[in-house]
């Protein structure tokens, strides 16, 4: 993994060098949709290979734009969680989401209900289901 550094300090090259890869915002967008798991992030439409989300994973941790917590030791599996700096970039997400839509007709429109979230009051997970 490596280390996030800015290229100068610019405010939105800084946030960039943040989440300006192709994963992290989608990342983040599932996190906020409720997936928890690295097994749930492999569902997604994008198909994000292992060894990128463990990157980008580690990376977003790193950051502090989330948390792990495990939640088994053998083999060790986590739970990830967004912090409130994550939940933070949620207008940003959903900017995004509207300026797609107006701009790129073939978008996914985003559900009403993820466009009415604001940060802080991203529903929790579900509990985990018992293996």
Do not use: H
């Amino acid at each position: 993994m490596k280390q996030i550094i800015s290229r100068s300090g610019c405010p939105i090259a800084s946030t960039l060098d943040l989440v300006g890869d192709r994963w992290t915002l989608v990342i983040l967008r599932d996190l906020i949709n409720g997936k928890r798991r690295f097994t749930d992030f492999l569902t997604s439409p994008e198909r994000i290979t292992t060894n990128v989300l463990t990157d980008r994973l580690g990376q977003m941790e790193q950051a502090g734009l989330i948390t792990r917590t495990a939640y088994q030791t053998r083999p060790p599996r986590f739970e990830y969680r967004l912090t409130a700096k994550g939940e933070g970039l949620l207008p940003v997400i959903q900017e995004m989401c509207r300026w797609a839509n107006i701009n790129m007709p073939s978008t996914w429109e985003a559900p009403e209900s993820f466009m009415a979230l604001k940060p802080g009051a991203i529903p929790a997970a579900p509990p985990p289901k018992r293996s």
